[in-house]
């Protein structure tokens, strides 16, 4: 069921289950099974680090599985939900289509809501369910589900990390527990154990699992523990006499102290309580014993039948040499410290400068500025038409003469014989909602507009209710009787960008606003927020990753970066000419009472 290739997304922010796992990983010499967690509360997509051995990895948080990125080597979802919220989430990976293994961790989970989940889970020959109410799922140099066999020291005592020969499965975990050393001890060690679960309907009995053993070439030997109640064990009976079992199975019925009780008793599980002869454990036991099945008399002595029937198949060795490997792994394990940053844009340690990943001299010998920026501030490979278009607009957006705010601070701070540092700085910060930060603002509009499907009309009215301009409309000067040919390149431009979706609406707009005034055009800021939604729509971000860079201000920091090279040339244009301190004449100061 489960290879070294296996990966799993876990269901709920258990950081804690995810190390285990991965330590198991590093323990076992296979890659991180860990591929994404699911964090239902999580706002927005986002990453989490943990450690692979000594290094740290970076493990992607998904608010749900349909914000979930393809991925073909993905094939095992463990739901840690709650009762409440765990059929919910079940089906959402049933219905993905995504995976073949399912394990539930959560009891108490509604009968008639799993026997929907059981009935789906049997009309799907490509999906595996176990549980709910599992305690563990493993397979020994594989993949360690939940927090399969306790500690990283019981893991090691009984050479979980290493794939062994003997099939396991059990109703219940915690009972099983002491069944991996012993099975550990007696034979050359598990290959698969899976604890059915302990709820009164599980998805998988133990007929599929057996049966799953039985085909497995891999898998010599199975051990099968059974409790009181139930007839699931009388299914293995059956097909022992059917002779669809031909590997050796080692069996034994807990629970036939209850039948001396004189009431009656349920033990810990749903399922645990006889209401039949055929669910108590010595009936269990006598049929699985006729059936063919090594079934010992008692408790005490299943361990010694498990070695004795190891020994026949000749899976039996003692294992007393030292892994010096695997104490080398413990040690780095319990010596490793956690990172103060993270960074995923750039790394300088080796002999050639990476940005995302790809060496600094490539970014070099292609000369596009534009593809730096996207490298650095999007970790994404561009388009040539992307990257015409950010390079224009860096052009375009380098400055707007000395008479707007930023150049005019950047002046005045430079005429104070401040350095350029402190000049550009003084320019930069008048960058917000009256000068420069339309760009955000026309952005959010277009994009908000457009995911509700709201109309250019419903838009203007919506605007005008409010109170509110609609940023990326209007110009002082520019009208549709003298347009500004910055728009002109830049419409062009967009021209060569798949998607128009997002600028289509804004010149939409703007057709209604210069029907009630000349200027009202679909300004410089405007055109680049739309056009730039269609860039990220077009290279395929999805809806949340455009919001997070919506957010993030992303659009604004074009307008920074062009600007900054115009207030620069200001500053410098000031050292040049040797222009003294400036103070503001009496005259341009109207001193009020």
């Known amino acids: ?135 563990w799922a493993i397979a020994s140099g594989a993949l360690r589900m939940w927090n399969s066999w306790g500690s990283l020291d019981n893991i090691v005592a009984s050479w979980l990390y290493r794939k062994w020969s003997v099939g396991f499965v059990s109703r219940s975990g915690w009972m099983s527990n002491e069944m991996f050393r012993v099975i550990g001890n007696r034979t050359n060690g598990i290959h698969t154990g899976i604890a059915l679960g302990g709820d009164r309907f599980v998805c998988s009995t133990f007929r599929d699992i057996v049966m799953e053993y039985e085909s497995n070439p891999e898998i010599q030997m199975i051990v099968l523990l059974g409790e009181v109640g139930s007839r699931d064990e009388l299914e293995v009976v059956e097909l022992l006499k059917m002779g669809k079992i031909k590997k050796p199975v080692v069996a034994y019925v807990s629970g036939s102290f209850a039948e001396k009780l004189t009431t009656e008793v349920q033990f810990g599980h749903a399922g645990a309580k006889a209401n039949a002869d055929e669910e108590k454990a010595s009936f269990k036991n006598q049929a699985l014993r006729e059936a063919g099945a090594h079934v010992p008399d008692s408790y005490k002595d299943f361990g010694d039948l498990i070695e004795s029937v190891a020994n026949q198949v000749g899976i039996w060795f003692s294992r007393q040499e030292k892994d010096e490997n695997i104490e080398q792994k413990m040690q780095i394990i319990s010596s490793r410290k956690p990172t103060k940053f993270t960074s995923t844009i750039s790394d300088e340690r080796g002999e050639d400068v990476e940005y995302n990943h790809i060496p600094l001299t490539n970014y070099i010998s292609d000369g596009s500025i534009a593809r730096v920026i996207w490298a650095l501030w999007l970790k994404k490979e561009l388009p040539e038409y992307a990257l015409s278009y950010i390079n224009t607009i860096l052009i375009l957006l380098a400055d707007h003469g000395p008479a707007v705010s930023g150049a005019t601070n950047t002046i005045v701070t430079a005429r104070a014989g401040k350095d350029i540092l402190s000049s550009l700085v003084s320019g930069l910060l008048t960058i917000g909602p009256r000068f420069g930060g339309a760009i955000d603002g026309a952005a959010r509009t277009w994009y908000e507009a457009v995911s509700v499907s709201e109309t250019p009309e ?89 919001r997070m860079y919506i957010d993030a201000g992303i659009f604004n920091a074009f307008f920074i970066l062009a600007r900054s090279i115009g207030f620069i040339g200001h500053a410098l244009d000031q050292k040049r000419l040797g222009e003294p301190l400036y103070r503001t004449a009496w005259e341009d100061i109207h001193y009020g009472e």
């Open 458 to 546: 419903q838009l203007m009215n919506r605007m005008k209710k409010i109170g509110d301009p609609i940023q990326g409309i209007g110009h002082k000067v520019k009208s549709k009787f003298n347009p500004d040919g910055r728009c002109v390149i830049l419409k062009d431009l967009a021209k060569k960008i798949p998607s128009s979706k997002y600028l289509n609406y804004a010149l939409s707009v703007e057709a209604l606003t210069l029907e009630k005034k000349a200027n009202l055009i679909l300004n410089v800021d405007g055109h680049i927020a739309a056009s730039l939604l269609d860039i990220f729509e077009s290279v395929g971000m999805d809806r949340e990753e455009i």
């Open 1 to 135: 069921m489960f290879t070294s290739s296996s990966q799993a997304i876990i269901y709920g922010r258990h950081l804690d289950v995810a190390q285990r796992m991965l330590d198991f990983d590093f323990l076992s010499d296979r890659l991180p099974s860990v591929a994404w967690i699911i964090d239902p509360n999580s706002k927005k997509t986002s990453i989490t680090k943990l450690f692979f051995g000594q290094s740290e990895i970076l493990v992607p948080v998904y608010k749900n599985i349909a914000s979930i990125k393809e991925n073909s080597s993905i094939d095992t979802f463990i739901n840690m939900a709650s009762f409440r919220s765990a059929s919910e989430a079940t089906w959402e990976a049933m219905k993905s289509g995504i995976f073949h293994h399912i394990v539930i961790i959560a009891e108490g989970i509604p009968e008639r809501e799993i026997r929907e989940i059981i009935a789906y889970n049997e009309a799907n020959d490509n999906l595996r369910i176990i549980g709910p109410a599992t305690a």
